[in-house]
DNA sequence: TATGAATGAGTCTTCATTCAT
DNA sequence: TATGAATGAAGACTCATTCAT
């Protein structure tokens, strides 16, 4: 049921999706992210990946076999993750596609708030990705927006959704979400939590859906 | 009147802060814009930003006397020219704090629209700004926002703002606006004009702000 | 005891300060000699540099962190070398004076002799040292110029030099010595040793010394 | 009677060539000294010499067809000067060869107090002197040392010179008028006349010569 | 001759990557 | 996997020189 090979089995039906762990990345991987999301992936030399892993250069191509093949590491991992927790979200959620919007918003906000580092190199770096990984990308970002916009096609269909620009809005909601991932700290005042049921009554506003829930 | 030396007068109150010329830049800078935007400042050399431009290398140090130089060129033209419309902008809608948000919005959607490649440019780049021209942008952006976020407390303190959180509502509305430069194609179905008053709808509705104007 | 961290130990007691070796230098510092030698150090590229050496350029960026590097490792190691032989040279002499100017003369003789493209760069390249470099150049060729004026000096105050200029004269045997690296040939017909004897005898004349010694 | 096109009619024998004037060299070639003096000929860019010049780089090349024929210049007119000049002094001294060591140093020493910049350059940048000029440049060299040899023979074919080595002693007075370019400031304590009589001592002390006169 | 724009060739330096130990 | 040495390719930048105006 896992998107790609680096998930790592989210998706029991227990609401697991909202639990985050530090550190999901091995050691190489968090060194080579931290370097990309300071400098971006062609700012950042090998050595300073190294010498920020702990090892050395040659060490750092044990591990891996390329600098590349650390961005595709760190690119797939984000967005097997980020898949794997929405769609779990979207499961536990239901058949009432509002609840789903509701579930999806909140688990985008939630990961881009605890995984910020990681998704802000996924979106900002596709373009120093190598044709395949390239691809797979973008296939993975489209497989993953269209658990948002399937769930608003939905609730528009049922006659629940209020604004007459449905699809604008849905892009809406999706920027501010990932967004996230620019500007929030997770030790900064704000819990993720709340964050994403501020964000999940944003969203329901932008969408003009009554929070009411259906008839 | 203007934000800085590069500001080009548009700060004259008869509304042309919503009109929008082709390629204010001059031309090497409008070749760097192009190939920063394709591969990141990082990952352009200045061969390809010749190549683009029609001109050899030593050519493009004729007029600029760094590859920083061209990103700080970018930068500070895309901030000034943002700057001045907005101020424009609100300066232009009054004394109605609802209304100041209006055209703030308005203006910001606008310019993302028509100057997404320098928008996101100035977003994306900060990092590769050297020093001193890292923190003048950075100055710049707080300016610029605090056109919007001021609005908003005003419209606060004038008890038209429904939501709870009008803080974290104006993050939204911001990163929700500069994101167009992200995604909008001008040769895409929707007008700038169209994109900006549905987004000053999405802003009016994430504040929870009754658009019917001052009682 | 040693003037500086490269010199190396021949300061013991017991005329070791005559005997030479070939190239005490490491061998890209070697190259980077004879290229300067013979084409300055402005006039040299680190692409021929790497040839003599046997390198390609990044091996020599390796050992080096930079093209400066290579000239203030051939003027340290010159000027290190050189004061820890003449001030062996000058301790070995003894209390007399006169005896110190012959030892420091053959001193200054054997080493152009024997080190003359080292000593010719180190004389020559000054302007090219950068900021640092250079001032701790200067000082080190003060020191060393430093050992010849204190003996004149102390000859002079001991009534044993016949010149009224004693202090100009001391400056013509400072050059005439210092030139030997110009134009003295290692494999030419005449012997250092011989070379040093003739020098000496040439500046107690121009000092109008009367050789005898002490009366 | 001129060694060069550029000599300037100074071999009138009436001591004129005990006379300086400031500045003999055109502008652009006294610029180009400066600047060669103090970073060398490869360390110096066009741009620096017109800059000195008060030219625009292109008013450079209407004078001069390309850099080194900055330097063939400066080094041509350097050394048609000093043989012009040297050898008058000779001419002038008459028949007694110690006479003419007298003079020949004087005029070394002269030239070299009041042309130091230029004698510089001409003795350090040979290397810089392309293949012809080069050549032109050594013979020039070879012929101006045989003044001073040619002298030295005689006087010693006389049994005018008490040292048993006296080619080496006239290198060694050689070199040590040479240097005096490299210390000696027009504007520091000393008068060239003053400096140029006590050369000429310290030289026949050299060679231990009898200042007497012939007997 | 000044100005401004331009450039082929080359400069120093760095980078990702490899290999022997 | 660490260390050290090494390198082909490329990157930013500079230089002497030229040409149109």
């Known amino acids: 049921m896992n998107g790609t090979p680096e998930s790592a089995g989210i998706a029991e039906p227990d609401g697991s999706w909202r639990r985050f762990d530090a550190a999901p990345l091995p050691p190489v991987l968090q060194a080579a992210q931290d370097c990309f999301g300071e400098h971006g992936y062609h700012g950042t030399t090998i050595r300073e990946v190294a010498a920020r892993a702990g090892l050395s250069v040659p060490g ?62 996924a979106a900002s770096e596709i373009r120093s990705l190598d044709g395949d990984a390239r691809a797979a990308h973008i296939a993975a970002r489209d497989r993953q927006q269209r658990l948002l916009s399937d769930a608003v096609d939905d609730a528009a269909a049922a006659g629940r959704v209020g604004t007459p620009v449905p699809h604008e809005a849905m892009r809406a909601v999706t920027t501010m979400c990932t967004a996230v991932a620019q500007w929030y700290r997770l030790d900064g005042p704000l819990r993720p939590e709340e964050l994403a049921s501020t964000y999940v009554r944003f969203a329901l506003d932008l969408l003009r859906i009554d929070g009411a829930g259906p008839a």
């Not at 590349?68 to 980020?82: F, N, P, T, Y």
């Not at 959620?93 to 910020?116: K, T």
């Open 60 to 121: 750092i191509y044990h591990h891996y076999p390329s600098k590349q093949a650390l961005l595709v590491g760190i690119a797939q991992a984000a967005m097997a993750e980020l898949y794997d927790r929405t769609l779990a979200a979207a499961e536990e959620a239901g058949a009432d596609p509002v609840d789903r919007i509701r579930a999806v918003v909140e688990s985008l906000v939630l990961f881009h708030a605890h995984r910020g580092p990681s998704a802000f190199i």
